[in-house]
């Protein structure tokens, strides 16, 4: 207990000193002691200290936060008892905030902030001190921790966790219903006073909601709120420090709350009569019309279903939801005809479908309307009286068999004649035609089942009076078998014998088969042609199950008298009536090992009869390909080397012409003109024609005469003979049949050469007298020539 006289000012240290608490001075005691001594303290109090091994005796600081005086901020002192207060000791500061945050006189001990502090940044810091001798440098006293405590203020408003809040609450609630919880926060230090108390209240949204003060969770005030007349709300709510008294600072946020839908409303036909037209023709599945109830509700709650629920027009028309519009659609079901029946009157219902039952007592939450369907009368194309036709024909049924008919009538009350027609689309090869008057359907050509046995066509019907009115029927044709085609073997058989065969001994297994496809299946039976029974090497054994075994009837064969034997096989199938037809096994003549396993057959066994082994077969080939490959060289090169020219000099002069009928290459063709002019150009003049084209002279051509027959000359008849040769051996010349034209004056000649070369090579006269002396033939020619003298002299 405190004596009541005591002063203000001892209370404060007394107070101090029991709770820890210095204020603002660390000393040390100097000296170690042991043990526990009694001192008597002011006024009275008798206090118990124990000593302990260091000389410092240390409590904690305290500093208000948010200091905004004009000289540094005093936090405390140290001292030491070996202090004498000469300046002999030096004071140390190291630590959180040492130098920079706090500084220590080092004379006096005097601690101060230079720098403002914000305790919600930093609520304390921890230092440690010692005291350092001037003159020794020695410390007289060990490091120290002690600790600065920053004191809050209330300087920090609540703070929401979010700007603006989203909540929903269905609509008619009751009151009090939880819509959302805010929460603010406060940065002071909850511990120290009522800084950090939060007290919450609404500015805005009343009377249809409140919030608890100290929970922050907001609440609905007003029952049966609609979300019908009024959906988005915003709510401001307070939060307020200082546990909400004057004085105490303030943060607000908004809250948007939402009335969230719920199946309240029933839904509602806008009309209780509706009325549709469709015409007769419309398809099933197609819409008849539409209907659209209205929801005051949103999302679910506003989901109908329709449905008809009066007997008449059930099996006629169906409803359903269209669930994107939730509109009501009316559909046809089956087909509709104006003829049996013009109007429907129907009685629809619309309900929700997801119900709440707190509000079925209230209204009820369906409706009905009536719905008037008019069917309209249409011009309808005619209709048949089946879906399809199925029909039968032989194979063999001659052309213009009626095969079956249609029929179709025009369903509208004046009942138009009805022209029957193939589709021939479906029809191309018009094999199928039918009668326009009475749809009887019948075959325009042969029908072959085994190339096609069904076949699909389509009939159709148009009115006489509208030839828009068409309507089509599928027509299914099938073809009957007839047995029309012979068996014959079913596969191509690759059938040898051994050399060493024994008679009986089986060589091949043989079947049949037969395009035809008869009632039963196939039966086929075999046997050996009539003219292969004498003398035969082979026989055939039915197996009467539609296969057979050829047989050897000889004891052994020889591959060198015989390769191959040709065995005919009579095979017959059991139609109506009976076909057959004779197919030839070939059967090879084959060296074969002890076993009956083949080894060689044919030409391989042959050569090897003759001695010649596999590689001197090999060899023989390879010089065959090199004496071909050589062959064709020597015929490349020697069609590639240059040939004598014909004109060598002046004293062997020739002419070779070539008679062409195509204009030439032009002045750079050199094929057309004859190598010996272009070799003597002394012997070309202005007037000599070009030989590349057909000359025009005023005097036909002229034969050359000779007074030797070229069947008796050897010379002419060598030298055709080598032109000949040459011609039928030039791997270039053309596939067809050419004539090639040669003059050749042969040697020794008594006129010696008449060329016209080297007669242009002078200009001197020529002396053709001695033409004359040639005979007969050569007498026109002596005319033309002989007479210049005379035509000049005269």
């Known amino acids: 207990?405190?004596?009541?006289?005591?002063?203000?000012?001892?209370?404060?240290?007394?107070?101090?000193?029991?709770?820890?608490?210095?204020?603002?001075?660390?000393?040390?005691?100097?000296?170690?002691?042991?043990?526990?001594?009694?001192?008597?303290?002011?006024?009275?109090?008798?206090?118990?200290?124990?000593?302990?091994?260091?000389?410092?005796?240390?409590?904690?600081?305290?500093?208000?936060?948010?200091?905004?005086?004009?000289?540094?901020?005093?936090?405390?002192?140290?001292?030491?008892?070996?202090?004498?207060?000469?300046?002999?000791?030096r004071y140390v500061l190291i630590g959180d905030g040492a130098g920079d945050i706090f500084t220590i006189d080092p004379r006096s001990g005097d601690i101060?902030?230079?720098?403002?502090?914000?305790?919600?940044?930093?609520?304390?810091?921890?230092?440690?001190?010692?005291?350092?001798?001037?003159?020794?440098?020695?410390?007289?006293?060990?490091?120290?921790?002690?600790?600065?405590?920053?004191?809050?203020?209330?300087?920090?408003?609540?703070?929401?966790?979010?700007?603006?809040?989203?909540?929903?609450?269905?609509?008619?609630?009751?009151?009090?219903?939880?819509?959302?919880?805010?929460?603010?926060?406060?940065?002071?230090?909850?511990?120290?006073?009522?800084?950090?108390?939060?007290?919450?209240?609404?500015?805005?949204?009343?009377?249809?909601?409140?919030?608890?003060?100290?929970?922050?969770?907001?609440?609905?005030?007003?029952?049966?709120?609609?979300?019908e007349n009024r959906e988005h709300y915003q709510v401001v709510i307070q939060a307020k420090d200082m546990a909400g008294q004057m004085g105490g600072l303030s943060g607000t946020t908004t809250v948007s709350i939402t009335l969230s839908d719920v199946n309240d409303n029933p839904p509602r036909f806008p009309q209780g009569m509706y009325q549709f037209n469709v015409p007769e023709t419309a398809a099933p599945g197609s819409t008849v019309g539409v209907v659209h109830a209205t929801d005051a509700d949103i999302g679910k709650n506003a989901e109908m279903d329709y449905k008809i629920i009066s007997m008449e027009g059930q099996d006629v028309f169906n409803i359903s939801t269209n669930k994107a519009t939730q509109e009501g659609v009316i559909t046809l079901i089956k087909p509709l005809d104006y003829e049996s029946k013009k109007t429907y009157t129907i009685r629809i219902q619309v309900e929700n479908r997801y119900l709440d039952p707190r509000f079925l007592v209230m209204v009820p939450f369906h409706d009905t309307a009536m719905v008037k369907i008019i069917v309209e009368d249409v011009n309808e194309p005619p209709a048949f009286q089946r879906l399809a036709y199925v029909m039968e024909v032989s194979e063999n049924a001659p052309v213009g068999t009626i095969?079956?008919?249609?029929?179709?009538?025009?369903?509208?009350?004046?009942?138009?004649?009805?022209?029957?027609?193939?589709?021939?689309?479906?029809?191309?090869?018009r094999v199928f035609n039918v009668h326009p008057g009475n749809g009887s359907v019948f075959i325009q050509k042969q029908l072959d089942r085994e190339e096609q046995a069904w076949h699909n066509i389509s009939v159709k019907a148009e009115e006489f009076h509208d030839l828009n009115q068409v309507s089509r029927v599928p027509v299914y044709v099938r073809v009957l078998d007839v047995n029309d085609n012979p068996p014959s073997f079913a596969a191509v058989y690759e059938t040898f014998v051994c050399e060493n065969a024994k008679p009986g001994q089986m060589i091949q297994t043989i079947s049949a088969t037969d395009p035809d496809n008869p009632i039963g299946g196939h039966r086929f039976s075999f046997r050996l042609a009539p003219e292969a029974s004498i003398k035969a090497n082979f026989t055939v054994r039915d197996n009467n199950n539609t296969t057979a075994m050829v047989l050897t009837l000889r004891n052994g064969y020889s591959r060198l008298q015989r390769s191959s034997y040709l065995v005919p096989v009579v095979i017959s199938d059991n139609g109506s009536p009976i076909l057959s037809s004779t197919n030839t096994l070939t059967v090879r003549v084959c060296s074969c090992d002890r076993d009956g396993n083949m080894k060689l057959c044919s030409t391989d066994a042959l050569a090897l009869t003759a001695g010649l082994s596999t590689g001197a077969l090999v060899a023989i080939l390879l010089c065959v390909i090199i004496l071909l490959m050589i062959v064709v060289l020597f015929t490349a090169l020697r069609r590639q080397r240059k040939k004598e020219p014909l004109i060598i000099s002046k004293e062997d002069v020739r002419d070779n012409v070539v008679s062409y009928n195509d204009e030439g290459g032009g002045e750079e063709d050199t094929q057309a003109f004859d190598i010996g002019t272009l070799r003597n150009p002394e012997a070309v003049e202005e007037t000599k024609q070009r030989r590349d084209i057909i000359p025009e002279t005023m005097y036909p051509p002229l034969r050359r005469p000779h007074p030797v027959k070229a069947r008796d000359n050897a010379d002419v008849r060598d030298f055709i003979s080598q032109r000949l040769q040459d011609n039928d051996g030039d791997p270039t010349a053309p596939p067809y049949d050419s004539l090639a034209t040669y003059a050749y004056e042969g040697n020794g000649s008594v006129a010696e050469s008449l060329s016209s070369l080297e007669s242009l090579t002078s200009d001197a006269e020529q002396d053709y007298n001695y033409l004359s002396e040639w005979g007969p033939r050569f007498k026109k020619l002596a005319d033309m020539y002989g007479g210049d003298e005379s035509d000049k002299d005269s």
Request: overall charge neutral; glycine content about 8%; aromatic content about 8%.
């Open 1 to 89: 207990t405190v004596p009541t006289h005591c002063s203000p000012g001892l209370l404060i240290l007394v107070w101090a000193y029991h709770c820890g608490i210095t204020l603002g001075v660390l000393r040390t005691i100097g000296g170690v002691r042991r043990g526990t001594e009694g001192i008597s303290g002011l006024y009275g109090v008798d206090v118990l200290l124990r000593r302990s091994k260091r000389g410092w005796a240390w409590n904690q600081f305290y500093l208000m936060e948010e200091y905004t005086g004009d000289s540094l901020q005093y936090v405390g002192k140290l001292h030491s008892d070996q202090d004498p207060g000469d300046g002999s000791v």
């Open 112 to 227: 101060h902030a230079v720098k403002r502090l914000d305790r919600e940044e930093r609520a304390s810091y921890t230092l440690r001190a010692r005291a350092v001798s001037n003159k020794t440098g020695r410390s007289l006293e060990d490091w120290t921790n002690f600790t600065i405590k920053i004191h809050d203020i209330n300087d920090n408003e609540p703070k929401f966790t979010k700007a603006v809040y989203t909540a929903s609450v269905p609509e008619m609630s009751d009151v009090g219903t939880s819509v959302l919880a805010v929460t603010a926060n406060d940065a002071d230090d909850l511990s120290y006073g009522n800084s950090a108390r939060v007290v919450y209240s609404i500015l805005e949204g009343q009377p249809y909601f409140s919030v608890e003060p100290h929970t922050g969770i907001i609440r609905t005030a007003l029952s049966n709120m609609n979300r």
């Open 403 to 429: 095969i079956g008919s249609v029929r179709a009538v025009d369903p509208d009350n004046n009942r138009s004649p009805v022209r029957y027609s193939i589709d021939r689309h479906t029809d191309m090869d």
